[in-house]
């Protein structure tokens, strides 16, 4: 790849995406991790409001941010994966605070 153009797919979802950018930044914005996944704040929204729903990530209100936690001990969802954890797939990605 020469560098302008965009791959078509990736090995890791949205959702994955976003954990990573919680793990490295608990207080970024909805728009900073938007711009750094490259989908829309909007998306962004939707995809840590199904991380929190799901026990994956905690939110508690910082002043006017959002501080998020992230639940390392959560068990990946795919029945390929589910014997590991969100820990450990952040552990195997070197985005372990």
Do not use: K
Not at 73 to 94: Q, S, W, Y
């Amino acid at each position: 790849m020469d560098g302008q153009d965009e791959p078509r797919w990736t090995f890791l979802t949205n959702h994955a995406h976003v954990l990573v950018c919680i793990a490295e930044n608990p207080d970024l914005r909805g728009r900073e991790i938007a711009e750094l996944v490259g989908v829309s704040e909007r998306r962004v929204q939707g995809i840590i409001r199904d991380l929190v729903d799901a026990g994956y990530v905690s939110r508690s209100r910082d002043g006017r941010r959002n501080h998020y936690t992230i639940n390392l001990d959560g068990g990946l969802r795919h029945p390929l994966e589910d014997d590991h954890t969100v820990g450990e797939l952040l552990a195997m990605l070197g985005r372990l605070p």
